[in-house]
């Protein structure tokens, strides 16, 4: 997707091949397939919710909230499935990462911003099912 645009894949929907976010664009996944490597690089927002991921999720200076999964807090988001690694680093919006299964490494890093409350700090991850290595900062 190019610079500045937004992309929504609904309940449904099914995405085969690379899926890129350039900056400043926004990705919303809502009960969508992907299958291919997705990455986000400085988006405006991310938003990955009851989805399935087939592939590598790397997400990274997005300067709105990351969703993926969510608690009734944030919003409503269920959760996710990926496949592959899946790395979340240097956003400046907050990360939630909720409920969500993972088979592969999970590394959440370096990541600023604040979540709303009652919510506190840049990183709220709860729930989660990771079949391998964890790193959360």
Same mark, same amino acid.
Request: glycine share 22%.
């Given at each position: 997707?190019?610079?500045?645009?937004?992309?929504?894949?609904?309940?449904?929907?099914?995405?085969?091949?690379?899926?890129?976010?350039?900056?400043? *664009?926004?990705?919303?996944?809502?009960?969508?397939?992907?299958?291919?490597?997705?990455?986000? #690089?400085?988006?405006?927002?991310?938003?990955?919710?009851?989805?399935? @991921?087939?592939?590598?999720?790397?997400? =990274?200076? =997005?300067?709105? @909230?990351?969703?993926? !999964?969510?608690?009734?807090?944030?919003?409503?988001?269920?959760? =996710?499935?990926? #496949? /592959?690694?899946?790395?979340?680093? *240097?956003?400046?919006?907050?990360?939630?990462?909720?409920?969500?299964? $993972?088979? /592969?490494? @999970?590394?959440? #890093?370096?990541?600023? /911003?604040?979540?709303?409350?009652?919510?506190?700090?840049? $990183?709220?991850? =709860?729930?989660?099912?990771?079949?391998?290595?964890? !790193?959360?900062?």
């Amino acid at each position: 997707m190019s610079a500045g645009q937004a992309i929504c894949i609904g309940a449904g929907g099914n995405q085969t091949g690379p899926v890129t976010v350039q900056p400043g *664009g926004s990705l919303d996944i809502e009960g969508g397939r992907i299958t291919g490597p997705l990455t986000s #690089t400085s988006a405006g927002s991310v938003r990955i919710c009851g989805a399935i @991921l087939a592939g590598p999720l790397t997400i =990274s200076d =997005s300067i709105g @909230l990351v969703l993926v !999964g969510g608690d009734t807090t944030t919003a409503e988001c269920g959760p =996710s499935t990926i #496949t /592959g690694p899946t790395t979340l680093t *240097g956003n400046t919006g907050g990360v939630e990462f909720n409920g969500n299964t $993972v088979v /592969g490494p @999970l590394r959440i #890093t370096g990541n600023i /911003g604040s979540l709303p409350p009652p919510d506190l700090g840049p $990183v709220h991850a =709860s729930g989660n099912a990771v079949t391998g290595p964890v !790193g959360i900062q």
